[in-house]
C-alpha cells in the first residue's frame, strides 16, 4: 500500500526556519512527482512546490514562498524535503505532501501542522 508520511512541522518564531520530510512507503521512483500543498483555516488548498522525480527533479513554486522554500528530495532515502526559511505569520498552515503516483492516483499525507508565531 502506498503511503506519504510528513514529519517536522512545529511551532517557529517569524524569520525562522524548518524543514518538513515526507517519507514514501515502497520506492519514491513509482511517483512522478512530490510535492507540497497547504491550507490555513477558512482558505483553500494550495500548493506550495513540487518536484518531479521521473523528469531530472524539475521543480517549481507558488510565488509566496520563492527565494524561501527549497523542496528536494534523497531517493535513497524515499524522501522529499522542504526547507522553509525567512517563515512568516502567513505561513501558518498545515502542510500536505501530495504526490501523483501508481495507477496515476492522487496520494496525499495525514499532514503537519506549522505556526509562525512570536
Known amino acids: 500500500q502506498v503511503q506519504l508520511v510528513e514529519s517536522g512541522g512545529g511551532l517557529v518564531q517569524p524569520g525562522g526556519s524548518l524543514r518538513l520530510s515526507c517519507v514514501a512507503s515502497g520506492s519514491i521512483f513509482s511517483f512522478y512527482y512530490l510535492g507540497w500543498y497547504r491550507q490555513a483555516p477558512g482558505k483553500q488548498r494550495e500548493l506550495v512546490a513540487r518536484?518531479?522525480?521521473?523528469?531530472?527533479?524539475?521543480?517549481n513554486y507558488a510565488d509566496s514562498v520563492k527565494g524561501r522554500f527549497t523542496i528536494s528530495r534523497d531517493n535513497a532515502k524515499n524522501t522529499v524535503y522542504l526547507q522553509m526559511n525567512s517563515l512568516k505569520p502567513e505561513d501558518t498552515a498545515v502542510y500536505y505532501c501530495n504526490g501523483l503516483g501508481p495507477g496515476y492516483r492522487d496520494y496525499w499525507g495525514q499532514g503537519t501542522q506549522v505556526t509562525v508565531s512570536s
Open positions: 518536484i518531479t522525480i521521473t523528469s531530472g527533479g524539475v521543480t
